[in-house]
C-alpha cells in the first residue's frame, strides 16, 4: 500500500505542469514602499518586474532579456496599468466610506499548462485591503464577488459580453501561448532537477523538524513513520519558501513529547523528482539545526516578501496569474484594456 502511495506523490510531484503568472499592487498611504508594482513569475521564477518608481519594465531572467522593443511595449502597458489602479483606490475608498490611511489593491492572474495532457487552466482575481473583491469565472463567463462594494463593478462588466469572452480567451489561449513561449525560453533553467538535503533536529523543548532546502523544482512531498508505519497525527507542514539561489526549503514539524522520541523511532522521509530514491532520516535527540539552515530560513522569507512586493494575501490562493489591464474609473470605462504578455 505505501509502495502505491508513493508512486501517486512521484507522479504528482513530477507532472509537466507550467504556469504564467501576475501579480499586481497598488497602495496608498505607505510613503516608503513603491505605489504600483507588477512582479511576472513563470514557474514560480521571476521573469519580468515594473515599479512605480523606476516607471520601466525589466527582465529577470537572462532568457527573457528579448529586443529592445518588446520590453518597451511592456513599459508602456504597465505604465497604463498604474494610472488605472491608482484610480481604482480612489473609488474603493469611496465605496467602503474612508478617507485616509493605508490601503492596497491587490491583482493577480494567469494560466497553467500541462505540456503531457494539454489540460489548462486560467484565473483573474482581485482584493482590496486583503480582502476577496472580484474573481472571474471563466466557465460562465460572468464576474462573482462577495463584497457589496463589488457588486457594481460585477454588474457593469458583466453587461459587457465581448469583454468576458475576451477575458476567458485571453486565460484559456492568449497566456497559455505565451506560457508555452517563455517556457522554450527557460526550458534548461525551468526543467531543471536538483535533490533536496534534508536534515531532522529539535531545538530545546520544541517540535521536532525535518527540513529539506536547495531543491528544484518546487514540488515535494515530506511524511513522517513512527517505528516503522506511517504518522498522520501532530505534523505541521509548513510552506514552500524560495532560497535566494533560486532554489526552495520547506519544513515539516512533529510535536512529540519528551518521552515520545525516548520509546519510539521516528523517521522522516522525503520525496522529489531530482531523488533516486527517497530520502530518509532518523530523529534523533542529540539532534541540532546547523547554522546554515537559520540564515537560509531568514533569508528565504526576506527574500519571499520583496518578490511580491512584502504584501500578502490575507486569504491564500494556488495558481497561476497574467497580465491585464482594467480600470473602474468610470462606468463608461471598464475592463480590459491594454492586456500585457
Known amino acids: 500500500m505505501r509502495t502505491q502511495i508513493a508512486l501517486i506523490l512521484f507522479i504528482l510531484i513530477s507532472c509537466s505542469t507550467h504556469s504564467l503568472r501576475y501579480f499586481y499592487t497598488a497602495t496608498t498611504g505607505i510613503p516608503t514602499f513603491p505605489e504600483f508594482v507588477t512582479v511576472g513569475l513563470v514557474d514560480g521564477e521571476p ?16 532568457w527573457m532579456a528579448e529586443e529592445a522593443d518588446y520590453w518597451e511595449e511592456q513599459t508602456q502597458a504597465s505604465i497604463s496599468s498604474e494610472q488605472n489602479f491608482k484610480a481604482n483606490i480612489g473609488i474603493l475608498k469611496s465605496r467602503f466610506n474612508q478617507t485616509g490611511g493605508v490601503h492596497i489593491v491587490q491583482f493577480m492572474y494567469g494560466c497553467e499548462w500541462d505540456d503531457e495532457t494539454g489540460n489548462r487552466e486560467g484565473f483573474e482575481q482581485y482584493a482590496y485591503d486583503g480582502e476577496d473583491l472580484l474573481s472571474f469565472d471563466r ?28 477575458t476567458k480567451n485571453y486565460l484559456t489561449q492568449e497566456c497559455i501561448d505565451w506560457l508555452k513561449k517563455y517556457v522554450g525560453y527557460g526550458r534548461s533553467s525551468l526543467e531543471r532537477k536538483v535533490p533536496p538535503e534534508v536534515s531532522v533536529f529539535q531545538k530545546g523543548s520544541s517540535p521536532v523538524t525535518c527540513h529539506a532546502t536547495g531543491f528544484f523544482p518546487s514540488g515535494i512531498v515530506m511524511s513522517w513513520q513512527k517505528n516503522g508505519e ?31 522520541w525516548k520509546k519510539n523511532t521516528y523517521t522522516c522521509i522525503v520525496q522529489h523528482s531530482g531523488l533516486e530514491e527517497d530520502v530518509k532520516r532518523v530523529f534523533t535527540d542529540n539532534s541540532g539545526p546547523p547554522l546554515g539552515i537559520i540564515i537560509g530560513c531568514v533569508v528565504a522569507v526576506l527574500l519571499l516578501g520583496a518578490v ?34
Open 230 to 260: 506511517d504518522l498522520h497525527e501532530d505534523v505541521e507542514l509548513g510552506e514552500t519558501l524560495p532560497n535566494d539561489d533560486r532554489t526552495f526549503q520547506k519544513t515539516s514539524r512533529l510535536g512529540v513529547k519528551p518521552e515520545g
Open 308 to 341: 511580491i512586493g512584502g504584501i500578502v494575501w490575507k486569504k491564500k490562493k494556488d495558481g497561476g496569474y497574467g497580465k491585464t489591464n482594467t480600470s473602474d474609473t468610470d462606468s463608461e470605462n471598464s475592463g480590459n484594456t491594454a492586456q500585457k504578455a
Open 47 to 62: 521573469i519580468s518586474y515594473y515599479d512605480s518608481n523606476i516607471r520601466r519594465e525589466v527582465p529577470r531572467q537572462e
Open 139 to 166: 466557465n460562465d463567463m460572468r464576474w462573482i464577488t462577495p463584497s457589496p462594494q463589488g457588486a457594481l463593478t460585477k454588474s457593469k462588466w458583466d453587461s459587457d459580453r465581448g469583454l468576458n469572452e475576451y
